[in-house]
T-cell receptor, first 111, second 112 residues
Framework: ELKVEQNPLFLSMQEGKNYTIYCNYSTTSDRLYWYRQDPGKSLESLFV?????AVKQEGRLMASLDTKARLSTLHITAAVHDLSATYFC???????????FGEGTQLTVNP | DSGVTQTPKHLITATGQRVTLRCSPRSGDLSVYWYQQSLDQGLQFLIQYYNGEERAKGNILERFSAQQFPDLHSELNLSSLELGDSALYFC???????????FGPGTRLTVT
């Protein structure tokens, strides 16, 4: 059974600081997704990582995928308050397209 | 806006009742997925349909069932509701297997 673990689960950081969220998964997969969720809202797609070594950047967020280590990272650069949200990684099973989600990282950026 | 629509947005009902949640996928998408998000279990995959046929099943209770109709909209039926069924239910759609899934706004179900 595929397991996906994120850490940290809670992250409180100051504006302007950098930090990284980690996503580990237990079985082989070449597809990993990062989503953002604001309280009570839906999931907003941030990144789709489809191969080993994939790196994608959008604004202050950068995601990478190492399929050999079964690890993805979401790096936040110079955080701003608007980035406060819960971030989920989700791994797609190789035998189908169902997504297994991590527990989510609740990020709070303080002024 | 992802293009996936879900109705209703909110639903409050009593234990033992039955409800139906509805999802319309993005235009052109053949796959529909249902996910449940609760405080206890996090985000969990329930079931997938592709072009009217059940494709994959996850942690879906026997009290729950789903179907996808010829016009590709999908319904998730929840029966004999229990307090623990209170959750956000998301529908997602994709063009086909292994394509990016786009999530709808969700239906918040409260069982009292």
């Amino acid at each position: 059974e595929l397991k996906v673990e994120q850490n940290p689960l809670f992250l409180s950081m100051q504006e302007g600081k950098n930090y990284t969220i980690y996503c580990n998964y237990s079985t082989t997969s070449d597809r990993l997704y990062w989503y953002r969720q604001d309280p009570g809202k839906s999931l907003e797609s941030l990144f789709v990582l489809l191969s080993n070594g994939a790196v994608k950047q959008e604004g202050r967020l950068m995601a990478s995928l190492d399929t050999k280590a079964r690890l993805s990272t979401l790096h936040i650069t110079a955080a701003v308050h608007d980035l406060s949200a819960t971030y989920f990684c989700a791994v797609e099973e190789t035998s189908g397209s169902r997504l297994t989600f991590g527990e989510g990282t609740q990020l709070t950026v303080n002024p | 806006d992802s293009g996936v629509t879900q109705t209703p947005k909110h639903l409050i009902t009593a234990t033992g009742q039955r409800v139906t949640l509805r999802c319309s996928p993005r235009s052109g998408d053949l796959s529909v997925y249902w996910y449940q998000q609760s405080l206890d279990q996090g985000l969990q995959f329930l079931i997938q349909y592709y072009n009217g046929e059940e494709r994959a099943k996850g942690n879906i209770l026997e009290r729950f069932s789903a179907q996808q109709f010829p016009d590709l909209h999908s319904e998730l039926n929840l029966s004999s509701l229990e307090l623990g069924d209170s959750a956000l239910y998301f529908c997602a759609s994709s063009v086909a297997d292994s394509y990016e899934q786009y999530f709808g706004p969700g239906t918040r179900l409260t069982v009292t």
